[in-house]
């Protein structure tokens, strides 16, 4: 049987009490400029500065989006008294090394997906944080979409019955260009960390972590993951598949099937999206959903803002929607799949050397 009604999404909406805190950005990139005009539109989160390896760089980006101080190095952004929360947009490869600066400053950080390289990474900067006492978690944007908030209600209902499978997939045809920073092992490039982190940890979510972990895929002639597939069991009847690329455009959606109805979100399914919600039977009924909200694309990074401003305000030290301990079992399961593959950088020591 399906529901009724479907349940209303919490929604992380901007003045419902939580702090406008003053942000501080690293890494002045692409997401970075999405991010910080998503903020400034959709928010009361203000980004107040910007810290970039180049003044220049540092200037023009703070001129384009808005931002009183430009800074020229992460130690000054870090150390600002104005800055309440440092947001992590740099290559994955430096995400520990940052945020661990940041934390040391005494600031909160929101890092940009994928939260590390390794496990073991992504444990230190979790421990790290806990011990300073400062908030810290994955822009796990997808998870403070108004479809996560309904997809998690759906799940602890029990509306799907017994969770028996999940498919997701991630693939985007990235620039073969090998100083692309996806292509680069020294930058942790490859499909697995970059664009799998979104299938696997759509994954966890409904099944939590895998028992067992195998992958296939082939590597890039620089020995970065191209492609891969990882199928995954976890315990009894449950299984997922988690699929991503980075040498083609892929359909970009995720199912779950449980014993009572399988839901599916279209592609791409980690951005503000709809859903069909699917009666087990034969012929069954169908519930159809999409997102009510006017927010679209990359407007929607400011929920994950709103919601770590209203977290902090609770005084807690991780997000209550994608905890320490999973954020860090999403990144070994991506390391175990990238291990398998022999992906240069999946022991970081390679990379280093
Ligand atoms: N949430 C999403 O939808 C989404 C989308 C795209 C990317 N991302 C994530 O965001 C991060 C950045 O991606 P991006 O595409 O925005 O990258 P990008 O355009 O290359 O920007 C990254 C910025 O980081 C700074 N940086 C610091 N250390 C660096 C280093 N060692 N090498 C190169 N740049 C360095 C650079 O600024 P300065 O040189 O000025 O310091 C650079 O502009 C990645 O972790 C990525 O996975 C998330």
Do not use: C
């Amino acid at each position: 049987m399906l529901p009724n009604s479907l349940p209303a999404p919490e929604l992380f909406l901007p003045t419902s009490g939580e702090p406008a805190l003053r942000w501080g950005i690293i890494g002045p990139g692409w997401i970075a400029g999405a991010f910080a005009d998503a903020l400034h539109a959709h928010s009361d989160q203000r980004v107040v500065a910007v810290g970039s390896r180049s003044q220049e760089r540092a200037d023009v980006f703070a001129a384009k989006h808005g931002i009183e101080h430009a800074l020229g190095s992460v130690d000054a952004l870090v150390s600002h008294p104005q800055v309440d929360v440092v947001y992590i947009a740099a290559p994955q490869s430096e995400h520990e090394a940052l945020g661990l600066q940041a934390i040391a400053a005494g600031k909160h950080v929101l890092i940009e997906k994928p939260f590390t390289v390794t496990a073991a990474e992504a444990r230190s900067l979790t421990e790290a944080a806990r011990a300073a006492g400062v908030f810290i978690m994955e822009a796990m944007w997808s998870r403070y979409l108004p479809q996560a908030s309904v997809l998690r209600q759906l799940l602890a209902d029990g509306a799907l019955g017994e969770v028996r499978s999940v498919l997701a997939d991630h693939g985007q045809s990235i620039p073969t260009d090998p100083t692309h920073r996806l292509n680069r092992p020294d930058m942790a490039g490859g499909a697995l960390l970059d664009l799998g982190v979104y299938p696997m940890q759509f994954a966890f979510q409904a099944l939590g972590a895998p028992e067992t972990i195998q992958a296939i895929g082939a590597l890039t002639e620089s020995g970065v993951d191209a492609y891969a597939t990882v199928v995954m069991g976890h315990g009894g009847v449950g299984q997922s598949v988690v699929t991503t690329s980075m040498v083609a455009r892929s359909h970009t959606s995720a199912s779950i099937a449980g014993t009572d109805a399988s839901i599916t979100f279209a592609g791409p399914f980690y951005n503000p999206s709809s859903f069909r919600l699917v009666a087990a039977e034969h012929f069954g009924p169908v519930v159809e959903w999409s997102d009510p909200t006017p927010l679209r694309g990359f407007d929607a990074l400011s929920w994950e803002a709103t919601a770590l401003a209203r977290y902090v305000a609770e005084g807690r030290l991780e997000s209550p929607v994608h905890t320490h301990e999973e954020t860090i079992g999403i990144i070994g399961a991506l390391q175990e799949a990238r291990v398998q593959l022999g992906a240069v950088g999946a022991v970081r020591e390679e990379v280093a050397a």
